[in-house]
């Protein structure tokens, strides 16, 4: 029995492609942020790193896929900003919604804080612990950060 793709609802056909490329992505930031030695502009502060871990594997997968699209200069899928250069990233599951706060500055992904939560609101204290992070991150002003250059191919004879 073959299966034509004329018989597939168009919405299908169009959703198939960016799955593909999504779990792509999943198991590429698998491989490229938590190797050794990786280049990101990804720094992590406080325990955001410990955190995420704890988290679902499809979570910490969704969460990372928004991360190497940022990392890439992409715009995440499900971001918000929430005011004085910190955006939150969300995903959630049957028992929580997760969040990870970020900032953007001198070219680095910060995770500033990252916390589960059961309410629609974000709690004033993970807000101002995310603003208190970005503070001392632009008090420390990390140099800014440098594309890796690319080796060029040598021509070939």
Known sequence: M??????FPA?????????AIDI?????????VTSEGSKTRIKWEGKTKDEIKSWPDDVRQDMGLELHRLDNHED???AKPLGKGITELRDQDKDFWYRL???LHAGWIYVLHC???TTNQIPKRDLDLATERLSNVKRRNDPPY????VAEEEESA
């Open 146 to 149: 440098e594309e890796p250059e």
């Open 115 to 117: 916390f589960t939560k």
């Open 2 to 7: 073959s299966i034509s793709w004329a018989t």
């Open 24 to 32: 792509s992505y999943k198991n590429l930031y698998k491989w490229v």
């Open 11 to 19: 919405c299908y056909l169009e959703t198939i492609p960016r799955m």
């Open 101 to 103: 706060l970020y900032a």
């Open 76 to 78: 995440p899928l499900d």
